[in-house]
């Protein structure tokens, strides 16, 4: 497949009309024309619709645009690499909604010191939907728990293994982890992430019957219930570090559960080098927890 027809073809959709894609691509509007031609034999499918005034993409041009994007940034990332020129583009990256995703804006603001000519676009999803935008190539790399099924042509590096704690209101002081999670009003985490079922898990386990007022779904709000005196929960050890308020914590689980959040890309990837000082990065930014790459 020919990038200069790819090129066309992005033109084309960023400008509206096949003549105004021509004075893009420095071509006159036949030669766009033939392009375009040329790149729909190939695939064997049309890519506009044709009966409409100026022709706009179709399904499968939409579908086709979208990787051409992906082929194009590529091809000038491997360009830039070996002629040694600076890191540009830009590095996509998709994150659950964790705790630990208040770590990535300091890594990302760290990285743009060293690499001042790439962009950086977050995407915050599920686990299932960000795996599956790496292994299509729509992003960089995702940032997910360990747990998740992680296909074979992919890979999965962790950056952080932090323990899991009990959280409750200050003037509980002085109680045990077990005293806390049967005496006090408990608030528990109900969310469809693995870190939900890791405590259920362990709740179960431990044989712990909790007096529960409340289900929630994210680890923050979590954490200002706990704040304001409302009840206790268990949440990993990040979540409640240097927040300012009067929760103390007590180690969960017999002994301790840990849970690692990690960074998911493709095996090989001409970002690899930006991807591997993310890691570092993130590593570094979460303290005695991190776990940087070798």
Known sequence: MDTRQLKTLVAIAEHGTFSRAAERVLLTPSAVSQQIHALEQEVGAPLFNREKRP???????????????????????????????QTTGTLNIGAVRTSAIGLLPRAIVGLREEYPEVRFKLHVGLSSTLISDVLAGRLDLAIVAEHVGVPQTLTWAPFLREPLVVAAPGHARGMSAHEILTELPYLRFRSNVPLANLIDTELARLNIITDDIAEIDTVAALVECVAAGLGA???????????????????????????????VQ???????????????????????????RP
Not at 59 to 83: F, H, R, S, Y
Not at 279 to 284: K, S, Y
């Open 233 to 263: 929960s268990i949440v990993p050890d990040i979540a409640v570090q240097n927040d300012g308020t009067d929760i103390i914590t007590q180690p969960f689980g017999a002994p301790q559960i840990f849970r690692q959040i990690g960074i």
């Open 55 to 85: 022709p706009t993409l179709n399904l499968q041009g939409l579908q086709l645009l979208e990787t051409a994007k992906q082929i194009l940034g590529l091809v000038d990332e491997v360009k830039g690499a070996i002629e040694g020129k």
């Open 266 to 292: 493709r095996a090989t990837s001409a970002k690899s080098d930006l991807m591997y000082d993310l890691h570092n990065l993130l590593a570094a930014k979460a303290g005695p927890f991190g776990m940087p």
